[in-house]
């Protein structure tokens, strides 16, 4: 019987040992007997592959310069020797191989990469997969997209600081110069939010995505800034021309209130319904050519998820939480992707009753522990804003996680969008656990927490 050969091994091995050979690793002798090896291998995968439709003359010449091959590889024989038996073994090869052999190197390389690619694809779809965090939502545990302005044109990084940030960090660029002189003004929704279109747009030039185009406008003429659709550009426009959300909302409160912002509607999308937008002056006079806004978009923090070890052990509260959104009817139904993932926080378990009280977060009755970012929370620790009473955790209220399901919330909870909205996740939903943080290269780099 045929002894069963996997090509793909084979492969792997023999483009491993040509790589050596390529760099130089290793003496004549030593690079000719593993050129011996790979050309012996071949020659079994012939053997295995096509003896049954070789004559018997063939056979006998195929496995006569085989083993002569071998016997010199096996006595480590001088590369002269090696040299001129592989030549008579490739001349037998090119006679019986058919479609095994020849085979030039472009369609070698080609089945390298394709398997490499199926074993990529297999590791990520059972094992580790990577993710990247989109928003805020689980600052400062997990950076989303996060900006770095630049107030003046020597704030602004040349040519190489640009190059290495975009490596290191992720960081694109965006600079806008004024197209006149004049003031600088913008369309806000009454909520104090900038007013933004969607767009379609490319992601790595090739895969479809959802662009959010923002509009300035200087002495009423357009400038036009496309960011990622989860990237707040609005916190951008608030750290350059005023100093918090609060001061632009009371300036469009105040404006609006005297009448002096124009207003107009507006639709965010084709075929949905117009919102009212103000036009809101910036405080701010730039002259034609000024730089008008220049800051850095930073990539979000992009990690290693556990796909396994939640088939063998239950989750736990405090550990940060991937799963999938498609079966939450909260988000689902609000114009939610399918096979969209989210990542928080797992706060409770089947049966636990949540409930916050003056920053803190309850769980049956008591503080909730499991995370420091528990603790941090509930002490308003560094950047981390404690949890609100929003939602379904308004004032007095609590909410008791049904069976099967669990219930996941945000680090950064002013600004979450989390179970309290949407309810809870089904436990055939939930994806994994964060592993490490490989991207960017920050201080955040290393164990997920």
Do not use: C
């Amino acid at each position: 019987m045929a002894r069963t050969v996997l090509p793909e091994i084979n492969l792997f091995v023999r483009v491993a040992k040509r790589s050596l050979d390529w760099v130089g690793l290793g003496g004549a002798d030593y690079r000719m007997r593993g050129n011996a090896a790979n050309w012996l291998e071949l020659a079994d995968n012939v053997w295995h592959y096509r003896r049954d439709q070789l004559t018997e003359g063939e056979r006998n010449e195929l496995r006569a310069r085989s083993d002569a091959l071998r016997q010199s590889h096996r006595e480590q024989a001088e590369a002269g020797k090696l040299k001129l038996l592989i030549e008579e073994l490739e001349d037998t090869l090119r006679r019986v191989g058919g479609r095994v052999y020849p085979k030039n190197v472009l369609v070698e390389y080609v089945e390298f990469f394709l398997v490499a690619a199926i074993v990529i694809l297999g590791v990520r779809a059972y094992f580790v997969q990577p993710f990247k965090i989109p928003t805020n939502s689980m600052w400062p545990s997990y950076y989303g997209m996060t900006s770095e302005i630049y107030r003046t044109p020597a704030e602004r990084p040349g040519a190489v600081a640009r190059a290495f940030r975009l490596v290191a960090f992720g960081a694109r660029n965006y600079a806008v110069s004024a197209p006149d002189s004049g003031e600088v003004s913008a369309d806000f929704f009454d909520n104090g939010f900038l007013a933004y279109v969607e767009v379609p747009g490319r992601r790595w030039l090739v895969l479809p995505t959802i662009l959010h185009e923002y509009t300035l406008f200087v002495n009423g003429a357009p400038v036009k800034i496309r960011v990622p659709e989860d990237f707040r550009f609005d916190k951008v426009v608030q750290g350059a021309f005023f100093g918090s959300h609060d001061e632009m909302l009371a300036q469009l409160t105040r404006e609006a209130g005297r009448g002096l912002a124009e207003s107009h509607m507006f639709n965010v999308k084709p075929g949905t319904a117009p919102y009212r937008v103000y036009r809101l002056r910036l405080g701010k006079t730039v002259q034609r050519g000024d730089a008008l806004l220049s800051f850095d978009l930073l990539t979000g923090d992009q990690l290693l998820v556990d796909r396994v070890s939640y088939h063998f052990v239950r989750p736990s509260v405090g550990q940060g939480f991937v799963f999938r959104t498609d079966n939450i009817p909260g988000i689902s139904d609000n114009g939610g992707q399918l096979q969209q993932y989210y990542i928080k926080r797992l706060v409770g378990l089947p049966g636990d009753r949540l409930e916050i009280k003056s920053y803190g977060l309850y769980r049956n009755g008591q503080p909730i522990t499991g995370s420091s970012a528990f603790g941090k929370n509930a002490h308003r620790e560094g950047n981390y804003p404690g949890y609100q009473n929003l939602g379904d955790l308004s004032e007095g209220r609590s909410m008791s996680v049904p069976d099967s399901h669990f219930l996941a919330l945000g680090d950064n909870s002013a600004d979450s969008k989390d179970g309290r909205y949407w309810g809870y996740v089904p436990a055939k939903d939930v994806m994994g656990r964060p592993l490490v943080i490989y991207y960017p290269f920050t201080r955040r780099w290393g164990p997920a927490d």
